[in-house]
């Protein structure tokens, strides 16, 4: 413990320590999102001197007696099925025959999330990288949804980026910890995961047989934050989040949302119901076609909004 | 519209072929005859039966049935086992298939308790870490029931028929 504490990684328990260091060393902490999504460092694979980003899933304390939980199973079976070059590869899956029973993730390693790279004082001049990113980081959501796996936690954070010569070399999709295959029977979902700030109107709304949609939803405040420099919908719940939504978006109506006031009585008492800004106002730097492809994107209604696939055939992404 | 979902679904259906021919979600032709010495294929028929009857009492979704037999063959592949120790797999291949299947609510006692207790709770756990072992988690693969389903749709689509009448074929 105590040479543990002495490298400056008290994130790892003595048990995981024995798990890994046969084989890997430089550890680097990379980013934390607490106990249930677990930690995420980098460190270097011993015999090839590698880098990668390694995940640690730990069994919660009141579902060990049950064996490994669905949502572990889930989260790493899913992860072996991708391979798509937008899609942060799964290395190697660690278990051992100690004692222990958390599940170690080997991922490869990109440099930067999207969160961080917005952060940076003085970006690349990002308009310019919108189109890239966009094309990129819809290829791999299209390859998703072919597969009818939904993400359902799409985020800057979870967007890694490299970058060369000041252009986007590799953009990989990652955290499928949430995601979740459409198979039939279709049962309602759960809407409490992911970050209210990029959740979709139907999600807020809290419909529960959404579809692909939500993530595409979930692109569309991420392409705007881009363009933007900052998030499109500020608040750090669901109500305040949907009426920023609302504010921007207009109130949906039974003519572009049929089947909304059914579903959802409190929106007839906007009436008259709230206009939509103008885009063109808010994105004074975005081109049109961007316009048009965002607000298509940002659409209400989860059945017209665009499909990842359509989304790549538009005009502004067209090379 | 419709020629367009038409093309999406010849999309997946190449994808689900693909994923099926992937080597790693196969089991070994020959396993029965190379490497296991004390099993045979009657036992393996058996222990299927006997697990399509657990999964009737329980109600557990049709697939689980088809996914734990596609572990059970896939390990099985691997490593040879004892007669007596067969049951415990087929149990918990169908425990592990429940819970990543069914999200089933199940608990690890009640499938071992399916066996008049022979395996206590803590074999079960042990076998649910050999198998996820060597089947490195990957556990969804397409199996009879997803293509069925496939093709019960272009049959519906096909002549306008309703999907009940195909579900009884």
């Known amino acids: 413990m105590e040479e543990i504490v002495h490298l400056g990684i008290p994130f790892l328990t003595p048990d995981q320590w024995d798990v890994i260091t046969p084989a890997y060393k430089d550890f680097e902490l990379i980013r934390s999102e607490g106990p249930r999504f677990g930690d995420m460092f980098k460190c270097k694979l011993k015999s090839t001197k590698e880098v990668v ?64 790279f917005l952060a940076t004082p003085f970006p690349i001049d990002v308009i310019k990288l919108g189109k890239p990113f966009l094309r ?33 070399s590799k953009l ?15 049962s309602p979902y759960s809407i409490n995961m992911g970050n209210p700030c990029y959740k979709a109107p139907e999600l807020l709304l809290g419909f529960t047989n959404y579809s692909t949609a939500v993530d595409i939803w979930s692109m569309g405040c991420i392409f705007a934050e881009m363009i933007k420099l900052q998030p499109l919908f500020i608040g750090n719940d669901g109500p ?80 | 519209m419709f020629i367009r979902r038409r093309k999406r679904g010849n ?53 689980v049935i088809y996914l734990a037999v596609s572990y ?22 169908m425990y592990i298939a429940s819970k990543y299947e069914d999200l089933s609510t199940h608990n690890v006692e009640t499938f071992s308790v399916t066996t008049c207790n022979y395996y206590d709770k803590e074999e079960v756990l042990e076998m649910e870490n050999k198998i996820l072992k060597t089947l490195d988690f990957d556990l969804s693969s397409p199996t009879i029931m997803t293509f069925l389903e496939k093709f019960e749709e272009i049959a519906c689509e096909e002549n306008n028929a309703s999907s009940w009448k195909f579900k009884f074929l």
């Open chain 1, 53 to 116: 980003a390694m995940k640690i899933l730990t069994i919660p304390e009141d579902q060990k007696s049950n064996g490994i939980p669905y949502s572990i199973l889930n989260h790493v079976s899913i992860l072996k099925t991708l391979n798509h070059p937008n899609i942060l590869k799964l290395h190697t899956v660690l278990r051992t025959d100690l004692d222990v029973e958390d599940v170690f993730l080997v991922f490869e390693y990109i440099d930067v999330s999207l969160k961080k």
């Open chain 1, 136 to 168: 990129q980081a819809l290829s791999g959501l299209a390859y998703l949804h072919v597969q009818k796996i939904i993400h359902r936690n799409l985020k800057p954070n979870n967007i890694l980026l490299s970058f060369q010569n000041h252009e986007i």
């Open chain 1, 172 to 186: 990989k999709l990652t955290d499928f910890g949430v995601a979740k295959s459409i198979e039939p029977p279709l």
């Open chain 1, 240 to 319: 305040k989040i949907l009426t920023e939504i609302f504010c921007l978006l207009g109130t949906p109506t039974e003519e572009n949302w049929p089947g909304v006031a059914s579903l959802c009585s409190f929106i007839q008492a906007f009436d008259p119901p709230i206009k939509p800004k103008d885009l063109a106002a808010e994105f004074p730097k975005l081109e049109p076609d961007g316009l048009d492809l965002l607000s298509r994107m940002l659409c209400l209604c989860p059945n017209s909004r665009i499909s990842a696939v359509e989304a790549l055939e538009h005009p502004y992404l067209r090379p």
């Open chain 2, 11 to 63: 999309k997946m259906y190449k994808y689900l072929c693909s994923v099926e021919k992937e080597k790693k979600r196969r089991p070994k032709m020959d396993y029965m005859k190379i490497l296991q010495k004390d099993i045979t294929p009657h036992m393996r028929g058996q222990l299927i039966d006997w697990l399509a009857e657990l999964a009737d009492n329980y109600n557990l979704l049709p697939n």
């Open chain 2, 72 to 93: 059970i063959d896939r390990y099985l592949s691997f490593h040879p086992i004892r007669k007596v120790r067969l049951q415990l797999l087929g149990v918990t291949s």
